[in-house]
T-cell receptor, first 112, second 114 residues
Framework: ETGVTQTPRHLVMGMTNKKSLKCEQHLGHNAMYWYKQSAKKPLELMFV???????ENNSVPSRFSPECPNSSHLFLHLHTLQPEDSALYLC???????????FGEGSWLTVV | KQEVTQIPAALSVPEGENLVLNCSFTDSAIYNLQWFRQDPGKGLTSLLL?????REQTSGRLNASLDKSSGRSTLYIAASQPGDSATYLCAVSGDRGGSEKLVFGKGTKLTVNP
């Protein structure tokens, strides 16, 4: 248990569906992140939020829409995804400018 | 653009062996370097963090070294055990500091055979 909880752990969705991934951290951190992990590729940073404000968008397609209502919760809204978007999506948190980053268990997404 | 390379991509060793995992990065202007462990289908667990001003960090059977000027780090695992089987990831953060700009390698998949 890392203090970062992601739901659902597994999700299968069609290309026309709308779904959301949820992340919650219980560590009192003020920075939260979404990472994408695809087979045979390095972990890729998608978005960074500091104090609920987005500070990094790593050229992510608009079919991925993040939302950070408060410092403890982070969502990733998914819409009209492609099969190549199938991957493990990892949420993480840290103190802003902090060094230690804590990851959730990830959400396995399959787009059919 | 920072790039992180990990060699080998996979490693299989008998239990009890000492081993070294390698990580190299192209831009030496880093704030810190971290080693993570990832078990199959799970998230990442931070193992060791080395600040750019440090040369090494130790935790139990793990020792990580950093040669910033040459862009290299090694993770040494002593007396390996089957429970050490996992993928080990190296990541560097930019010289602005913090975790916001972590760049990861593809990892080394380690299998320790009983």
């Amino acid at each position: 248990e890392t203090g970062v909880t992601q739901t659902p752990r597994h999700l299968v969705m069609g290309m026309t569906n709308k779904k959301s991934l949820k992340c919650e951290q219980h560590l009192g951190h003020n920075a939260m992140y979404w990472y994408k992990q695809s087979a045979k590729k390095p972990l890729e940073l998608m978005f960074v939020y500091n104090f609920k404000e987005q500070t990094e968008n790593n050229s992510v397609p608009s079919r991925f829409s993040p939302e950070c209502p408060n410092s403890s919760h982070l969502f990733l809204h998914l819409h009209t995804l492609q099969p190549e978007d199938s991957a493990l999506y990892l949420c993480a948190s840290s103190q802003s400018r902090g060094n230690t980053i804590y990851f959730g268990e990830g959400s396995w997404l399959t787009v059919v | 653009k920072q790039e992180v390379t990990q060699i080998p991509a996979a490693l299989s060793v008998p239990e009890g062996e000492n081993l070294v995992l390698n990580c190299s990065f192209t831009d030496s202007a880093i704030y810190n370097l971290q080693w993570f462990r990832q078990d199959p289908g799970k998230g990442l667990t931070s193992l060791l963090l080395i600040q750019s001003s440090q040369r090494e960090q130790t935790s139990g059977r793990l020792n990580a070294s950093l040669d910033k000027s040459s862009g290299r780090s090694t993770l040494y695992i002593a007396a390996s055990q089957p429970g050490d089987s996992a993928t080990y990831l190296c990541a560097v953060s930019g010289d602005r500091g913090g975790s916001e700009k972590l760049v990861f390698g593809k990892g080394t998949k380690l299998t320790v055979n009983p």
